[in-house]
């Protein structure tokens, strides 16, 4: 049976599970990203400050079309704390003022988030759903492109 958009009803909800698992996580990495910009200290305050503000308006945008994105596939995103909180596999950075430890944190987050991408990117392939799966391309790019960065950053 197909949706609306002409894809596999079975297909979409497999893939829409797992968006809403890309969601949840993206959740929590934002709110961390929000915690280190808040908190940051030392040296690097002033380029750290600016470039978490840079990631977590990124995140909220990617939010967005996640949810939007789950919608569209004619499912139901996750929109509750407790939601996001049981289904994420990034976990709750709690006081980290320190740059390169926010840093590291940041990077394990982004390589959560990339592996769940390159999931999604599989089953919407599969599914012929070029939406999700151009989506899912470019958030990889930049993914790949921001993990060298901070690595580079790290070293």
Avoid: C
Avoid at 28 to 34: A, E, T
Avoid at 39 to 53: R, V
Avoid at 100 to 105: F, G, K, L, M, P
């Amino acid at each position: 049976m197909k949706n609306l958009i002409g894809l596999d009803q079975d297909k979409v909800q497999v893939l829409a599970q797992k968006l809403n698992l890309l969601l949840a996580n993206y959740q929590l990495f934002y709110q961390n990203l929000r915690g280190f910009h808040w908190n940051i200290k030392g040296k690097d305050f002033f380029e750290l400050h600016t470039k978490f503000e840079e990631y977590y308006d990124d995140a909220v945008l990617k939010i967005d079309e996640i949810a939007e994105r789950i919608l569209t596939l004619e499912a139901e995103p996750l929109h509750t704390f407790s939601d996001y909180l049981n289904a994420s596999s990034v976990k709750e950075a709690k006081s980290v003022n320190n740059g390169v430890d926010a840093i590291s944190i940041i990077v394990e987050n982004f390589s959560t988030l990339i592996k769940i991408e390159r999931e999604i990117l599989s089953l919407a392939s599969d599914a012929d759903d070029e939406g999700t799966v151009s989506l899912m391309s470019d958030y990889i790019s930049e993914t790949e492109k921001t993990l060298w960065m901070l690595n580079s950053y790290l070293k």
